[in-house]
């Protein structure tokens, strides 16, 4: 056998190690176990908020203009042309992000102007435009 020249001294010193390697597994696998379900409850935190923008972005999109749709697509169009050499996905969703405030605030201004055109405020409140507005999910 392999521990033949170890003697009873050699056998001692495998059983040593091997229950090392065993201490280490299952201290391995703790702490595997620990990160899956922090994984697990991240995902389950994500797909939440995607569902939530996902509901806001249909409530968005039914209450823009038209011009303002061909804006964000143009956005998303230039947002997949953009170079695999950028230097991040960050700086990419950065641009985005800059692109949709544009956006948002082009529309914004474009109603606000529209709504001092022609319509009195009525109630003598401040209202916000219409693509602002978005009702409570129930």
Known sequence: SANAGYGSGGVAIDNKIEQAMDLVKSHLMFAVREEVEVLKDTIS????????LEHENGILRAHANPDTLALVQSAKAAFVRAPAAASSST???TSV????????????????TQGKEGDADVDGEDDLPMSLMVPSRE
């Open 45 to 52: 935190e994500l797909k939440e908020r995607i569902s939530d």
């Open 97 to 112: 992000t800059q692109s949709t405030s544009t956006i948002i605030t082009k529309t914004v201004g474009q109603e606000e």
């Open 91 to 93: 700086t990419a969703s």
